[in-house]
């Protein structure tokens, strides 16, 4: 989210709370997957594996009193301002997703995020998210069709999207867009296909008034989200496909905090011809559950 509106101010700690409340309720990990369970060897090789890792940063940079204080308030600081999701979900979720993306045939995907929300309207192809009267931003159709990797047009498949508006504001999240806004499942056709009238998103940068955008400004590091459109993409007996949908030319592709981006998912959107609206046609494959 953008910091250039005054609505900033108190959104990290809001839009932290939400993100928060979701995942708390295991609704954030929509890629269905089992739990890790409680194998000893298991969790103490990995949380072995993090916490020599912290060790090593300790003895190698030599840190001191001050700076492990400084760290174990930041640390609180996030437990306060709820922005674990958010922290996670930036700066470890694509590794996640990379590991859970080595056993997946089909469409490429990427990370979920901490801006989904369940429960947003649903509708049939061809669809119109619900926007405001006033809408701003480029009019943009996103088509395209649903099918399995043998080729079979699924039927059945849905296309649930959720991006920001043209100011990089995500509704749910921020307090100037209404609920709802640009969010929607799109129920597609008997061959799988949809058709999707949004406006284009923007570039937004994580929350900067919270201890995540803190730490990210304090490194030098860029907060910034190339624009993209989220979406999960199922079908009746395939595995969800969780993606992000980027666009040529953004200036933060290559360069996103999140690490999300990936050349094979990006947009080059054509004008329609009718005004300044444009479209972008992807069709996904997915593969059968297991
Ligand atoms: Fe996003």
């Known amino acids: 989210m953008t910091t250039t509106s005054d609505q900033s101010v108190s959104d990290a700690v809001t839009a932290g709370a939400h993100a928060t409340e979701i995942a708390r309720s ?21 949380v072995g594996a993090a916490l020599e890792g912290i060790r090593a940063a300790i003895r190698d940079h030599k840190v001191t009193y001050e700076e492990f204080d400084a760290f ?15 922290f996670l979900d930036v700066y470890l979720e694509f590794e996640v997703e990379k590991v859970a993306a080595a056993t997946q045939q089909g469409s490429i995907g990427t990370i979920l995020g901490p801006f989904w929300l369940d429960g947003q309207a649903q509708l049939d192809s061809p669809a119109t998210l619900p926007m405001r009267d006033d809408e701003p931003g480029t009019p943009m159709i996103l088509a395209g069709q649903v099918i399995a990797t043998d080729g079979t047009p699924l039927a059945g498949a849905t296309v649930d999207i959720w991006h920001t508006d043209a100011d990089g504001w995500y509704s749910g999240f921020a307090s100037k867009p209404p609920a709802g806004n640009l969010r929607g499942v799109v129920r597609c056709d008997d061959q799988g296909r949809y058709e999707i009238h949004t406006r284009k998103p923007a570039p937004y940068t994580i929350p900067l008034d919270g201890p995540t955008g803190q730490m990210t400004q304090a490194a030098g590091w860029s907060p910034w989200r190339p624009a993209h459109i989220h979406l999960l993409v199922s079908a009746p007996g395939h595995r969800t496909l969780t993606s992000q949908l980027f666009f040529t ?6 360069n996103d905090v999140a690490s999300a981006d990936k050349p094979e998912l990006t947009l080059d959107p054509q004008p329609t011809g009718n005004g300044d609206q444009v479209r972008s046609d992807r069709d996904f494959v997915l593969e059968p559950e297991a």
């Open 72 to 86: 174990k308030q930041w640390l609180i600081a996030v437990s306060d301002t709820g922005e674990w999701p958010l």
């Open 249 to 254: 030319g953004d200036p933060y592709l290559g």
């Open 26 to 46: 295991g609704a954030s990990n929509l890629r269905g997957a089992a739990g890790g369970g409680a194998d000893p060897a298991r969790v103490s090789a990995v």
